[in-house]
């Protein structure tokens, strides 16, 4: 008897293999020993709210949890959810969590109104950023070219930039 990771719901006998697991840990080894690159096809393809009942993703959720313990940005340990940081990864989070990231319930929901903000912002934040950049730079300092697919996320640099004059980005 062998477990399928694409399942939502345990056969009697992989039941009894998956109570033997007693930890996050050891679920979450033998999640990484036994998924097969056809249960990793098939969790890749599934529609994400079907993902989300897998034994696969319940394993992935219950190990990130005990690993982690509580939210990476205020420290809840209340209503704890799994993000993703990158999609491209699902159904192969098992060989690099690092897409992933634990919140509180309020922190994820922030986290998704700020993703979506930033997607229908974006070419009106790389405009913002463009011009802040013309605006701040030094004198001798080439002029910065930004396209319209600029990575928001620059912002976090410019810090350095506004430093040049002697002066910071402070109303950013």
Known sequence: MRIDFTETDLSPGGREIFKSLHTPEKRFSALQKLITPQETA??????YTGFLKTLYWRIIREFVIAEYTCCHYCGSKNQLNIHHLDYSQRGQEYKDLSCLILLCRDCHETEHVIEKMADENKQATSQLLAALVQQHRAPDRPKAVLNKD?????IMNLKEYGDIRGRGYGGL
């Open 42 to 47: 098939r969790l890749i393809a599934m529609q």
């Open 150 to 154: 600029y990575d928001p996320r620059v």
